[in-house]
Structures are given as C-alpha cells and as structure tokens.
C-alpha cells in the first residue's frame, strides 16, 4: 500500500522489495559461483581427454593410433592447454583447490 499523500510506497511493500532484493543478489552470487565451477570443471575434462588420447607419453594405456591421428587436428587448443599446464604443474593439488575455493 502505498502512501497517497507523499506517493511512497509503504512498509510493507518496502520490506518487499528488500526481501526481492536479498534473494536475486542470492541468487546472482550462486549462478556466478557455479559458472567459475563449471568452467574450471571444463578446463580439467580438457585434460583428461587429451590424456586419454595421448596417454602413450605419460605411460597410459593409449587407443589405436589411428583414431588418435583423425582426432589430432581437432586437438589444437587441447594440446595448448596441455602444454600450459605443464608449465605452471608445480603444484595441482594446489590448483585443483583454488577452483573450489578450499582454504
């Protein structure tokens, strides 16, 4: 209801919209939260893929070369990533935790 003579809206639609409020600013941390998850989540079944194609260089059991060599040319960003990631593996454990935000 609001206020007729000063047209402000009264308390209860005041403690209304505060209530509105509290909840999307919830809700906008949650979604944000749970983007920075999923693209880390991402990033890590980019690792694994390549791994799992290129296993032969770390001592994994790898698939036919054959199937390897078609996928190759669609592995160019995964193979960056893989190379940047050997770069900066001074510590995963470390890495791993900072994308879950473990202190």
Do not use: Y
Not at 24 to 46: F, S
Not at 51 to 67: E, V
């Amino acid at each position: 209801m609001s206020d007729e003579s000063t047209g402000s809206p009264g308390p209860s639609q005041r403690l209304w919209g505060s209530i509105k409020g509290f909840f999307r600013d919830m809700d906008d941390a949650h979604r944000a939260k749970a983007a920075g998850l999923t693209e880390c989540e991402v990033r890590e079944l980019e690792n694994v893929f390549v791994l799992i194609l290129m296993g032969s260089f770390t001592g994994l059991p790898a698939p036919p070369s054959f199937i390897s060599a078609e996928l190759l040319p669609h592995l160019e960003h995964e193979l960056k990533v893989v190379n940047r990631r050997a770069e900066n593996a001074s510590d995963a454990l470390a890495e791993i935790a900072g994308c879950f935000d473990v202190t």
